[in-house]
């Protein structure tokens, strides 16, 4: 029996879940330019806790990375925006606001990492399914989507419409980067993390 837990929810969860893991299956040229640009941020530990308390560092990783990846084809460009959209959402996007928020975020996050990865840990009683696996890995991230926003805004409640926008934004980038049809072909679990209006009702209600 396997376990999948909640750590860092957007970078591999999402991958998964919309089949696109171009980084580990795609042997080109091109994608060996990719994973040289993105071996840095691959290192990462995967939890709040580490992107907080390294947000400068991890930013100025990902703006060297950004540049590495200039010289990649256009194919391969345009996967490490996808890939990166985590640290692109917090580095860029939402920088101002999240850097303005830093000091209570930093100190809330071990506490809201040990908490959500503790709720939204999932056995999986079907490893070699891959079926399965998708739908736990699904089920994992829409948890972990709800539960770290109720637990950072209990914590810091002035960061709430950031991490809000933040969110509904991972959501939005994922559907543009998954084909018209693909939501319908996917089990309940993964179609509904498609739908921003739903998932935002979801982290609304948790926060009330």
């Not at 990902?62 to 256009?74: G, I, R, T, V």
């Not at 810091?156 to 991490?163: A, D, G």
């Amino acid at each position: 029996m396997g376990t999948i837990s909640c750590s860092f929810i957007i970078t591999v969860v999402l991958e998964i879940v919309i089949h696109c893991s171009y980084v580990e299956t795609n042997e080109e040229e091109g994608s060996r330019c990719l994973k040289e640009c993105l071996k840095s941020i691959l290192k990462f530990e995967r939890s709040f806790t580490f992107q907080f308390e390294n947000f400068e560092k991890i930013c100025e990783k990902l703006e060297s990375a950004a540049l590495c990846n200039q010289k990649c084809s256009p194919p391969n460009q345009y996967r490490f925006y996808h890939y990166t959209t985590f640290y692109r959402l917090h580095c860029i996007d939402f920088y101002e606001e999240l850097e303005n928020q830093l000091n209570c975020l930093k100190k809330a996050s071990p506490d809201v990492d040990k908490i959500c990865n503790e709720r939204c840990t999932f056995n999986n009683d079907k490893p070699s399914n891959n079926g399965n696996q998708i739908k736990i890995h699904c089920k994992t991230l829409e948890c972990s989507l709800i539960c770290y926003y109720k637990a950072f805004t209990s914590a810091c409640p002035e960061t709430s419409n950031t991490l809000l926008r933040l969110s509904t934004r991972q959501i939005h980038d994922m559907r543009l980067f998954t084909r018209s049809d693909s939501p319908l072909k996917m089990e309940t679990e993964c179609r509904q993390l498609h739908d921003e209006n739903k998932m935002k009702q979801k982290m609304l209600e948790a926060w009330t």
